[in-house]
């Protein structure tokens, strides 16, 4: 599936291009890690209303746990690993998590169990492990299950809801959607008027190379005189779900959201990236 939304004069967003799966006809798939942007900016609003600070320990939220910030964990540049989500998650997909819905407690429960931890503090280190932290750190604020606290508080689109067998990794990649109830998300929080596009480097973020920096659950990059944000997604697990996805905004201008039913490399991601920016730009910015 891919949806295209563009920004008229007006600042209004229309869709201008949308597919549908041709077997099946469906026109909901799975975020994967795209979700993460869900509850980073779930948190976002909760710091911004006062409930919690960046700089906050996770000890203040959450106790055992590890001596880590809450910018440290929306970042990844904790120093928690290795990511043992790798390897759980495959045990997890469909199972019942319980009232809680997902299985984030578990995930601190085996970061606990570490001896120490194997990251470096303060280095970028993607881990899903950062994100299930922080969907337990939402509960603990609000008194509500991870996507009832976001969904109240972002007004979600109701398309986007927890997947019905990856839901149990909600915070760290457990979201669905139809193109455009994540594309209006992506508008409304990373589109020119959000308080993310006004400034990220204002936010938490981290430098991962080559002019590229992990910010709110996105990567994103200075363009021209605007930023462009973009995540990959990826649900991997052969026979059973293999699913990926990739959102991206180009300076506040367009946005697309491509979801697909198979698990891709490298470099089939950056031909992805590739054709779609070819078609806005008419090459490669």
């Known amino acids: 599936m891919l949806g295209v939304g563009v920004a008229g004069p007006d600042g209004t967003w229309q869709?201008?291009?949308?597919?549908?799966?041709?077997?099946?006809?469906?026109?909901?798939?799975?975020?994967?890690?795209?979700?993460?942007?869900v509850t980073a900016v779930c948190l976002m609003h909760l710091v911004?209303?006062?409930?919690?600070?960046?700089?906050?320990?996770?000890?203040?939220?959450?106790?055992?746990?590890?001596?880590?910030?809450?910018?440290?964990?929306?970042?990844?540049?904790?120093?928690?690993?290795?990511?043992?989500?790798q390897i759980?998650?495959?045990?997890?997909?469909?199972q019942n998590a319980g009232g809680q819905g997902h299985f984030s407690r578990q995930v601190l429960d085996l970061v606990n169990a570490r001896p120490a931890q194997n990251g470096q503090r303060g280095q970028y280190a993607?881990?899903?492990?950062?994100?299930?932290?922080?969907?337990?750190?939402?509960?603990?604020?609000?008194?509500?299950?991870f996507f009832e606290?976001?969904?109240?508080?972002?007004?979600?689109?109701?398309?986007?809801?927890?997947?019905a067998d990856s839901g149990v990794f909600q915070p760290l990649g457990g979201l669905v959607s139809d193109v455009d109830g994540y594309l209006r998300f992506m508008q409304t929080h990373f589109g020119p008027d959000s308080r993310i596009a006004a400034d990220p480097f204002a936010?938490?973020?981290a430098a991962m190379g080559g002019g590229a920096y992990y910010g709110m659950g996105m990567v994103f990059r200075p363009f021209r005189d605007s930023f462009n944000f973009w995540h990959f997604g990826a649900l991997c697990f052969p026979k059973r779900l293999n699913t990926g996805s990739f959102a991206v905004m180009w300076e506040g201008k367009v946005t697309a959201l491509a979801m697909y039913d198979a698990c891709i490399d490298e470099r089939a991601m950056f031909d992805l990236d590739a054709?779609?920016?070819?078609?806005?730009?008419?090459?490669?910015?």
């Open 275 to 285: 054709g779609l920016s070819a078609a806005v730009y008419g090459d490669r910015p």
């Open 15 to 37: 869709a201008h291009r949308f597919h549908g799966r041709d077997d099946t006809g469906a026109t909901v798939a799975e975020l994967a890690s795209v979700s993460k942007s």
């Open 88 to 94: 759980a998650m495959l045990g997890w997909l469909g």
């Open 126 to 145: 993607y881990n899903n492990e950062n994100y299930a932290l922080l969907g337990l750190v939402i509960e603990t604020i609000t008194g509500q299950p």
């Open 203 to 205: 936010l938490p973020h």
């Open 149 to 163: 606290a976001c969904q109240d508080r972002l007004d979600l689109p109701d398309s986007i809801q927890a997947g």
């Open 48 to 85: 911004e209303d006062g409930q919690a600070d960046w700089s906050n320990s996770l000890h203040n939220f959450l106790e055992p746990a590890p001596d880590v910030t809450l910018a440290e964990l929306v970042t990844h540049t904790s120093g928690i690993g290795p990511d043992v989500t």
